[in-house]
């Protein structure tokens, strides 16, 4: 908008309106050169071109009574319009209003002229010469003569596209940021402006903070730290933080986040800027973390179940925020084979004992043991929401549940124990929480099969000790025995190598069973295997399945190759067509089952009764029988000798 050099803006004062600055005027300076009254047209005009250049907006002049307007050139610069194309006319102006604008300006500025005030504002958008539209905010001052009607109105139209352009980017990266921003007044603590992440975070609508003090979001419990940061704030300390604090957001859920806090002087004026990043799930997984390494390091410590579970039972239930937590052990029927105590929250009352599972759990077709069986973790946020996820909802419900996280755990593919958590409101199983329920049951698993390895080798190292002095009694007394009134020292060597083989055998045949125990048959041959010379039928075996306990079996060992001996030198075993049957069975009787056992040689030499009975004889007489009780009996039938055996079932399986 330019002003016509030859135009005079109206309303400026014309000749003779005002005492003139002439030279020669009283008070001059004689000589000095004439000085131009401030008040004349000229002076007038000049300073309003000098205030036209001084700034980019467009000014103007407009004469009400004749709807004449003057602009100055800020129409060109601003706007891109040519001084030729601008018409002198508020028509012209109104034309290039923008459609949408167009009657709520003419509405206030008809308001404005009609009314009795000097002054009038308005936000529209204009038209510029290229086609585009800028966003201006154009103000006017107004004359009004004697009767208060308007004659004239000198206004200035600001360009504020670029302003509005930088603060809607602004308004959008505020709005889209993906932490929560806060301003506010650092006197008050009071919020003026808020994005939607932090409301999101507060779990709060914007009109529950906006016009609010910050303080209503802080626990009471951390109040004095808040009121010692709000007080620097309303002393105008210029401030730059970082710190982690807790919110208590509208639902009363206390969360964690990381704060920046910027505060600032704009002039009088003070500043403050909060950025709020939720930070709940990394702390909750730095308290899972930190956890599990405790839980590993208290574990090492304990020494029964009862410790392990508990342990790892208030583990959980402590960092989850629990009301319960427990653990069960299922039987191979995928029944619960025991329940120990859970454990509970300070200040909640106990519930029954079996809370953690309702009735319909413990059977083993319940539909939630079976899904354990198979690997799954169920956890349900809301029982009430949700029944189907539970097996008996109503049982839960009556015990005031809501919540639940239950946890197999597997051995080989078995189901052998649950670990599980309740509590009594709704809750949002975060994936992490999940995952540490898991990695807590694996822990407890892992501690309780260590007492168990560790009571077996208890047990083991117990068995080995006494089994090892038996041992030593019986390699003593075969010694004595085999070299007692030597007079063969080549052959007594012998005797005694081989009895000590077959003794190693017997063990060898021991260590590969389970618990220290052995088949029979497993025995027998194992005993009898040195004699076999690979003649086709020299053995046969016959016989029910009976297990034998570790010193019934080396007894056992020993007297059949005592027999075997004999039968190598005497007997059916000294010729190639001689052959030996073994046979055994199992008698019911009033006292309990009984085995009876035969040893008979056939084919073999004639058979003579011995005219004395030497070490040998004695093992085999009374070697097993005490050992496991009961009688034995040697027949020299011409035909071959019979060894018969009958003895208790208790006595062949005791470990002692």
């Avoid at 800028?134 to 004359?143: E, P, Q, S, T, Y």
Wanted: proline share 6%; charged share 25%.
């Amino acid at each position: 908008m330019t002003t016509p050099a030859a135009e005079t803006p109206p309303g400026t004062p014309q000749d003779g309106a005002g005492p003139a600055a002439e030279p020669g005027r009283p008070g001059a300076p004689a000589g000095a050169a004439p000085v131009e009254d401030v008040r004349s047209p000229r002076a007038v005009e000049e300073r309003y071109r000098l205030a036209a250049r001084a700034t980019n907006d467009a000014i103007w002049d407009w004469d009400l009574v004749t709807g004449t307007v003057l602009r100055t050139g800020g129409l060109t610069t601003a706007y891109g319009w040519a001084p030729d194309a601008i018409e002198p006319t508020d028509a012209w102006w109104r034309a290039r209003l923008h459609p949408e604008d167009r009657t709520g300006v003419e509405a206030g500025l008809h308001a404005a002229i009609t009314g009795s005030g000097d002054a009038w504002s308005q936000e529209y958008r204009f038209l510029r010469a290229e086609g585009t539209y800028a966003d201006v905010l154009d103000r006017g001052h107004l004359l009004r003569d004697a009767s208060g009607a308007a004659v004239r109105m000198v206004g200035a139209m600001l360009d504020l596209t670029e302003r509005n352009r930088a603060a809607a980017q602004f308004r959008a990266v505020f709005q889209g940021a993906n932490i929560g921003i806060v301003q506010f007044d650092p006197r008050s603590v009071r919020a003026f402006a808020v994005n939607a992440k932090l409301c999101e975070i507060w779990g709060a609508p914007e009109s529950e903070i906006l016009a609010h003090s910050l303080a209503r979001w802080t626990p009471p419990e951390d109040d004095p730290e808040r009121e010692t940061l709000h007080a620097r704030l309303a002393s105008g300390e210029t401030l730059q933080l970082r710190l982690e604090k807790r919110y208590r957001r509208l639902d009363g859920r206390i969360i964690w986040a990381r704060v920046n806090l910027v505060s600032q002087r704009l002039g009088n004026d003070v500043h403050a800027t909060a950025m709020i990043e939720d930070i709940t799930e990394e702390k909750r997984s730095d308290a899972r973390r930190e956890a599990l390494i405790a839980l590993s390091d208290r574990l090492r410590d304990l020494h029964t179940h009862a410790d392990v579970v508990a342990v790892a039972a208030e583990s959980l239930g402590r960092t989850l925020g629990v009301v319960r937590a427990g653990y069960v052990q299922v039987d191979p029927g995928g029944q619960i084979a025991s329940i120990t105590p859970d454990w509970i929250a300070e200040g909640i009352d106990a519930l029954s004992g079996a809370a953690g599972l309702p009735a319909a759990a413990r059977s083993p077709l319940a539909a939630s043991v079976g899904r354990l069986a198979r690997g799954a973790i169920l956890s349900v946020p809301d029982i009430a929401a949700d029944p189907e996820g539970v097996d008996d909802p109503a049982a839960y419900a009556r015990l005031g549940l809501r919540a639940v996280i239950k946890v197999p755990v597997l051995r080989r593919g078995r189901l052998v124990g649950i670990l599980y958590v309740l509590d009594r409101v709704p809750r949002d199983w975060s994936a992490g929480e999940v995952t540490f329920a898991r990695e807590v049951a694996e822990r407890a698993w892992s501690g309780l099969t260590r007492i168990e390895a560790d009571e077996q080798q208890r047990i083991l190292n117990r068995e080995l000790s006494h089994r090892l002095k038996n041992t030593l009694a019986m390699v003593q007394a075969i010694a004595s025995q085999t070299l007692r009134n030597v007079t063969d020292v080549e052959a007594a060597k012998e005797a005694l190598a081989a009895r000590l083989i077959a003794l190693g055998k017997a063990h060898d045949i021991l260590l590969a069973g389970v618990h220290e125990s052995a088949e029979m048959e497993d025995v027998m041959r194992g005993a009898l295997s040195i004699h076999d010379d690979r003649q086709p039928g020299r053995f046969h075996f016959a016989g029910p399945p009976i297990v034998l306990g570790a010193k019934a079996a080396l007894s056992l060992a020993l007297m059949l190759h005592e027999l075997a001996t004999n039968a190598v030198k005497y007997g059916a075993l000294s010729v190639p067509d001689g052959r030996v049957s073994l046979e055994w069975s199992l008698v019911p009787e009033p006292a309990g089952p009984t085995v009876r056992m035969v040893w008979s040689e056939a084919n073999g030499p004639p058979v003579v009764a011995p005219a004395r009975k030497g070490f040998g004889s004695r093992l085999i007489e009374r070697g097993l029988v005490g050992a496991v009780g009961g009688t034995i009996r040697l027949d020299y039938a011409p035909t071959g000798l019979v060894c018969r055996v009958a003895a208790p079932l208790a006595g062949f399986q005791a470990n002692g």
